[in-house]
């Protein structure tokens, strides 16, 4: 089978290994990729930061029991946290940034400010 420019499509003439038909459609396939890739990191970011704008609205005292629901309502996304911390007891705290929460039960949670108990 004839292999083709992975940008253009143009069927490819030469070396086994070549995936472009010029240096010109191998810089704008790479430059999309690299383009694809901070799209991603960005609305990662993005995500990120909403949740920890959302924690921080939530927790003014530094300390600050939530609903899920609660947490859900705000646009909270439960899958994106920055890292985790587990106590010597082993309850693994969730952060943020320096905004972290810990699952007590099936619907409630604590909010908690990183500097509450790490140093
Ligand atoms: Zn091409």
Redesign the pocket.
């Known amino acids: 089978m004839d292999k083709c420019?992975?940008?253009?499509?143009?069927k490819l003439i030469g070396r086994v290994d070549k995936k472009?038909?010029?240096d010109?459609?191998r810089n704008t396939y790479n430059n999309r990729l690299n383009q694809d890739s901070s799209n991603m990191t960005r609305n990662i970011n993005r995500i990120l930061k909403k949740n920890r704008r959302i924690l921080e609205s939530l927790n003014r005292s530094g300390k600050t029991r939530v609903t899920r629901q609660k947490l859900i309502d705000e646009g909270f996304n439960f899958d994106y946290l920055t890292n985790m911390f587990t106590t010597k007891a082993g309850h693994t705290y969730y952060f943020c940034y320096d905004q972290g929460y810990i699952q007590n039960d099936k619907d409630f949670f604590t909010i908690v400010k990183r500097q509450d108990y790490v140093n």
Do not use: T
Not at 5 to 10: I, T
């Open positions: 420019c992975l940008e253009c499509g143009e472009f038909c010029s010109q459609c």
